[in-house]
């Protein structure tokens, strides 16, 4: 299990790495934290002609954080990114899902953009674009381009990324203060990619109902699917702990519209079979909704305190 | 069609070394065969197992995962770089003796550069805190009941200071 | 007096250097070698055309390619079978590297030796071989179907057909007043281990002689193999065991086609050569175990005692036989337990299917026979509405019947005789540390708060420590070092430490003085392995005897020089004295000196020995006929049989309802392997194997898709738990020493994992309210379970309509 042969280049500015990129185009790989390509050249499952590593371009390895949102550079790990403070605020789904892509000693290493680059339907951070409604900026010989989240992702490790493009950075807009936000996930080992996983995302009116509710999926399709499940749950108070008796039929029709819609495209391997990973589906759901309602409840109570404290 | 060769500079556990390696020699081969430092063991060379797990700048990493090439201009920490060669055992070590925290010692390089670099960050772990800590490094020997009591331990051995004397696990043997 | 060593939680003498990152492994052993690489087989059974390497002639760094057309002699004939057993119908070996058919993928085809492993890699994929791809045989029903067959000249592919009966028991069966049928399944695991399989090798032509390396479980059985295959007398081979990083069973099979072709290689290009397996191709070339359907038939009398008990098992072998028959035999007669089971026939037919061989992984065939009786036991409970406990109760060997017979013959070829035990000691036990009374009351608290749990609890017996032999040599040099030499090998069991403890006690010696070497074959020449936790009885034995023996000369020599009687001297910290009069006696290494009368002063003990040199005796000869120079011995044990040991896991588990992900919440232990040498080191091995057996149960199975391709040949996707995954484990000891050896010692190295999967699957089964036949069991496994359970498809257990959380289903919601 050892890398195939190939020629390496370190380029030491963006447009000198975009130029190789081109140059080798389609012969070259991009390696910055090397936690997907690495595996696939010692298992010889990949053998680009090229690698480029892009660690020592400078200026991508920043968090910035804005009214709008986050962006989130090409070379910067996940580590790094769960520990940004600003970014957590402004994007609590990060947070929550960095703590579940692999294991710390992954993250180390692993950078939020490359595992989205990867365009694994199992990543946490593909699927977090996805629901946010992210975008990707990409550098190529021509310049830069924008990709939003919906159009990236193409297919099973697939994306609309050119020939010679790299992407520079993810966006990721700001949840806003009366939003919550959770992950849920069922995975074989700690750390594993999920069987299923579902990531959610709940906004809140003033009187704290329900106003809007999304939900991505991992793992149940070959890409991130992203629903809209506010029709099910519109209305509805989140509370922490048990749910009222008719709210709780409400919930179990978000399940149910999750599992009738993302239920088609749900996979069998060798972890599980098509129907469980509907029927997780239909219940992380359930739980992932919940769980983000009550984070919403919390922000914008918190939100509210904080505003009346300074009042 | 002979393949290109980088001449690398490395800085392992404080000393520098040169290398002369293709691009795609594994950072985990650099530091055995090149350099000699064969503490670092292989076990899966596809990023799951841990037990090439060295520290790159104080951070812990897969040395199969990283290019030879691609970890110059960074600080690497191997388990070689722990203790110094004639001193006391790091507390890590030292606690993992005391807890029987290994059996074939073949895992073990790994869970002690983990181990170490973790209580830099954390301290004072629970137990529950140290099994999780652990749980990205597979272990196939101790069932990982002892590895969690080490963490707990060598947290312990931290906290009382390099001048402390470790506790035996044993009644010590009378000497005449 | 000194601190006894023996049955104290002494820290490992291993450690150090293992924890500096100063241990040797075989791939640690340092540069100049060159490295093999294999090409082998992406088919599951196919015919090889032929081989073509012309593509690779250019790359740069190749040494030689190798395939079966370059061996001769016995290096072309197929690798030996190892343990020749009279079921044995058919016993197929593999070649080296194949000669015209491939029976597996993985199998080696072509042999690679390039300056490192990155080119022999290389020119293994430029490689062209052509295959005429056959139809594979894949699973145990396939394989007993024989719609194809595997291996030409076979009319079916049953390898080994083994009937054991003791009394009549379908009969007995008929006659019962209640009778039961089950139909089980275990799936496949392996053992492995974190550093794979290895083998270095150099020739020294000067010397005419051979050194492997090798990361074996036996040096001594890997030197005749290698000395016959090459043609080398057995003092031309020295087969030396690094380090090595964990063997679970795996790395006793020997020889392997590596460890041939690689010293082969090496004398042929007298280059030295190293080759280290990678972890893909530990998955489908290594070995793998566990696969069985059992058919059981059982007649019991209404307090659950036994009265029959039929038992048919298929067992999947994979694509050879090189190991025999050990794996269903020990299934066969280790199904049995801590139970008299009345009148028992046990019939296996052991299956030829395109995977990888299967040999023994840590339990060795005792998984399946407990999950087998284990299973048994509990359908029976349920059957008669009786505590699972009370109903092993009643079928427990009882402690004023040991030794017990049970008229079988064990894997050792010798009669299955229990030699000690106390079953209903350690039920008692195990139900006090589990709270097996206190469950009920668990439950209805855990259901009241919308939590389903369950409670299952499994008993074992385990023969360890076969012969037929160990060897012990213990050397005292005159610096009062004490050498002692074993010839089976160390996988991180600690041997190193639990021998020098026997040796300490025996000899009166500090640990730090004692240095212990294992499976090296010019310090110990006769040995047979490590396999069936037999290291503690049999070497740990043999050492003991050895250093008493060294005792017994020591004295006498002392006792000359100090003219004192040998009964009136002791030993204490390496000095001998006389009791009662401490200051009066010697180093023992001026003993050492003593004994070799040709003692040039050497050295300051020789130069110290001088004072005790007596006058010189005409009438006797230096070296007494009867005696030998130098203060050492070899001893050899050899048990009469295997001891017993045994042990009872019980384990509580929650099942979520929705998810039905498994949770185990507490794991208890009760063991007895009579005597603890080091109880650390005992309590390590239960963990470890522990972990192994939850692996087996909750997570880790070979998945084989219908074309014979492992679909899960990675750490990705074979799931080894994590800590994140195995939980603690509660331990209490019993001590039922064995009367079979010198020291009272029984095997320990397997224990903890044999239970598994019969407990757990007792806990699952407990929480749910079904059966549970098949393991491993995952969270997907059960969710198909619950959805055929609630379409009536599987029957409730009797003893309690299943009071649980009402499950969502789809189409079904809890609304």
Not at chain 3, 6 to 31: H, I, K, Q, S, Y
Not at chain 3, 272 to 295: C, G, K, L, Y
Not at chain 3, 339 to 361: M, N
């Amino acid at each position: 299990m050892k890398p195939p042969a190939f020629d390496y280049h370190a380029p030491e500015t963006l447009a000198e790495a975009v130029r190789v990129l081109a140059e080798t185009a389609p012969h070259g790989s991009v390696l910055a934290g090397g936690q997907s390509l690495i595996p696939l050249l010692n298992m010889r499952l990949a053998a680009p002609r090229h690698v480029v590593d892009i660690t020592r371009v400078p200026g991508l390895d920043r968090v910035g954080t804005g009214t709008g949102g986050v962006t989130v550079g090409a070379l910067v790990r996940h580590t790094d990114l769960a520990a940004d403070p600003a970014a957590a605020e402004a994007v609590p789904l990060l947070r929550q899902g960095l703590r579940l892509v692999a294991h710390p000693v992954i993250r180390n290493r692993g950078t939020t953009v490359g595992s989205i680059a990867h365009a694994d339907p199992s990543a946490e951070m593909a699927a977090a674009l996805a629901l946010l409604g992210g975008e990707v900026r990409v550098a190529n010989a021509a310049g830069t381009r924008t990709i939003a989240a919906a159009d990236l992702f193409t297919g099973y490790l697939e994306t609309s990324l050119e020939r010679g493009e790299l992407i520079t950075a993810a966006f990721f807009p700001a949840q806003g203060p009366a939003t919550g936000s959770a992950f849920a996930e069922v995975a074989r080992r700690h750390g594993d990619y999920a069987v299923c996983g579902v990531a959610a995302l709940v906004a809140l009116d003033p009187d704290l109902r329900i106003t809007g509710a999304k939900a991505a999926y991992l793992s149940m399709g070959p890409t991130p699917a992203v629903l809209d499940l506010t029709e099910a749950v519109a209305g509805l108070v989140p509370a922490h702990g048990p749910v009222a008796p008719g709210d709780s039929d409400r919930y179990a029709a978000a399940g149910d519209l999750a599992a009738a819609r993302t239920g088609p495209d749900a996979a069998a391997d060798i972890h599980a079979t098509a129907e469980y990973r509907t029927h997780l589906a239909r219940v992380l759901t359930v739980r992932a909704l919940r769980e983000a309602g009550a984070h919403a409840v919390s922000r914008a109570t918190e939100r509210a305190a904080a505003g009346a404290g300074r009042a | 069609m002979g393949e290109r060769m980088h001449d690398i500079r490395l800085s392992v556990n404080g000393v520098p070394h040169a290398a002369t390696v293709p691009a795609r020699r594994l950072l985990s081969d650099c530091l055995r065969h090149d350099l000699g430092l064969t503490g670092t063991h292989v076990g899966c060379e596809h990023g799951v197992c841990g037990a090439c797990t060295v520290l790159v700048d104080g951070r812990p990493a897969r040395s199969c995962l990283m290019l030879a090439v691609g970890a110059e201009g960074h600080e690497l920490t191997t388990v070689e770089g722990l203790a110094d060669p004639g001193g006391p055992l790091h507390p890590v070590q030292q606690a993992f003796r005391e807890c029987h925290g290994l059996q074939c010692g073949f895992c073990t390089p790994g869970f002690l550069t983990l181990i170490a670099a973790y209580l830099e960050e954390h301290p004072d772990p629970t137990e529950a805190e140290a099994r999780e800590a652990v749980a990205g490094n597979l272990c196939r020997c101790t069932g990982y009941t002892n590895i969690v009591a080490a963490v707990l331990r060598a947290a312990e051995l931290r906290r009382a200071g390099p001048a402390a004397v470790p506790e035996p696990a044993v009644p010590a043997e009378e000497r005449p | 007096m000194s601190t006894r060593m023996f049955g104290a939680p002494v820290a490992r003498t291993e450690d150090e250097r293992l924890l500096r990152g100063r241990g040797a492994f075989l791939d640690d052993l340092g540069p100049g070698a060159l490295a093999a690489a294999f090409v082998r087989s992406p088919h599951a059974h196919a015919r090889v055309v032929g081989i073509d390497a012309e593509d690779a002639l250019d790359v740069d760094g190749l040494v030689a390619v190798y395939t079966h057309d370059d061996l001769s002699g016995p290096m072309a004939e197929p690798l030996p079978m190892l343990i020749p057993h009279p079921g044995i119908i058919d016993g197929r070996t593999p070649y080296a590297l194949a000669k015209e058919y491939v029976h597996h993928v993985g199998a080696a085809v072509a042999m690679v030796v390039a300056t490192d492993r990155y080119t022999a890699e290389d020119v293994a994929e430029r490689i062209r071989v052509d295959y005429e791809v056959l139809d594979p045989v894949v699973g145990i029903e396939a394989a007993a179907r024989a719609d194809v067959v595997l291996h030409p000249g076979m009319a079916d592919n049953v390898a080994a057909h083994h009937v054991q009966e003791v009394g009549d028991a379908p009969a007995a069966i008929d006659a019962a007043p209640n009778v039961l049928d089950l139909e089980l399944d275990i799936e496949r695991s392996a053992c492995t281990p974190i550093e794979g399989r290895g083998v270095r090798a150099r020739w020294d032509p000067a010397d005419a002689r051979l050194r492997v390396y090798s990361s074996t479980q036996t040096a001594t059985g890997v030197r005749a193999a290698v000395a016959a295959k090459l043609g080398l007398g057995l003092g031309q081979v020295e087969v030396v065991v690094p380090d090595v990083g964990g063997g679970f069973g795996v790395k006793i099979v020997h020889p392997w086609p590596e460890e041939l072709m690689v010293p082969w290689a090496a004398r042929l290009l007298g280059r030295e050569i190293t080759w280290t397996e990678d972890r893909r191709e530990h998955f489908v070339s290594a070995a793998h175990e566990r696969a069985q359907r059992q058919r059981i038939r059982v007649g019991f009398d209404d307090s659950g005692r036994l009265l029959g008990l039929d038992v048919a098992i298929l067992h999947d072998n994979g694509a050879y036989l090189p190991y025999g028959v050990i794996v269903p035999i020990v299934t066969s007669t280790q199904l049995l337990g801590p139970y008299k089971p009345g009148a028992y026939r046990v019939v296996f037919t052991s299956l030829y299917t395109s995977t990888v061989i299967v040999t023994p992984y840590r339990g060795a065939g005792r998984p399946q026979g407990v999950f087998a009786m284990e299973r048994t036991m509990d359908a029976i409970a349920d059957h008669l509405g009786l505590d699972r406990a009370d109903v092993r109760a009643a079928n427990f060997i009882r402690p004023d019947e040991m030794p017990y017979d049970q008229g079988l013959l064990f894997q050792d070829g010798r009669p299955l005789i229990y030699d000690s035990g106390d079953y209903p000691a350690a039920l008692a036990a195990i139900k006090k540390l589990v709270d097996w009374d206190g469950f009920a009351a668990y439950r209805e608290r855990a259901l009241a708060e919308g939590r389903r749990v369950g409670i299952g609890l499994a008993c074992y017996v385990e023969g360890t420590g076969p012969g037929p032999y160990e060897g012990g040599h213990v050397q005292v040099e005159t610096d009062g070092t004490v050498r002692v030499a074993t010839g089976l090998t160390s996988q991180g069991q600690g041997h190193e430490t639990v021998l020098a403890q026997i040796v300490a006690d025996e000899l009166g010696i500090a640990m730090s003085d004692i240095v212990v070497t294992t499976g090296d074959t010019r310090r110990m020449g006769y040995s047979v392995g490590t396999f069936a936790s037999r290291g503690a009885v049999t070497s740990g034995s043999a050492v003991a005897l050895a250093a008493r023996s060294v005792r017994e000369k020591a004295l006498r020599i002392a006792g000359e020089a100090l003219e004192a009687d040998p009964a009136d001297l002791e030993i204490v910290h390496g000095r001998v004295r006389v009791k009662g009069a401490p200051a009066t006696g010697m180093d023992i290494g001026t003993v050492a000196v003593l004994s070799n009368p040709l003692r040039y002063a050497f050295d300051d003990a020789s130069r110290a020995a001088t004072q005790f040199a007596g006058p010189a005796d005409y009438d006797r000869a230096p070296v007494d006929p009867d005696d030998s120079p130098g203060l050492e011995s070899a001893e050899y044990h050899s048990p009469l049989r295997c001891t017993f040991a045994a042990g009872m896991h019980a384990a509580v588990v929650e099942t979520d309802p929705e998810t039905a992900e498994i949770r185990i919440l507490r794991y208890c232990v009760v063991h007895d392997c009579g005597r603890l040498v080091n109880p650390m080191i005992v309590e390590g091995q239960v963990h470890g194997g522990v972990a192994q057996g939850v692996a087996g149960a909750l997570y880790e199975r070979m998945a084989y898709d219908g074309s014979g391709q492992l679909l899960n040949a990675s750490f990705m996707d074979f799931l080894i738990p994590y800590s994140s995954e195995v939980p603690a484990v509660a331990i209490d000891h019993l001590e039922t020493p064995s009367p079979l050896n010198p020291l009272g010692v029984k095997g320990a190295g397997e224990a903890g994992v044999i239970p598994g999967s019969a407990v757990l699957a007792a806990a699952v089964e407990d929480a749910e309210g079904f059966p549970i036949t098949a393991m491993p069991i995952s969270p997907s496994d059960l969710f198909d379970l619950r959805r055929r359970f609630a379409a009536g498809e599987i029957a409730p257990l009797r003893r309690r309509a299943p009071r649980v959380p009402a499950q969502q289903q789809p189409g079904q919601e809890r609304r």
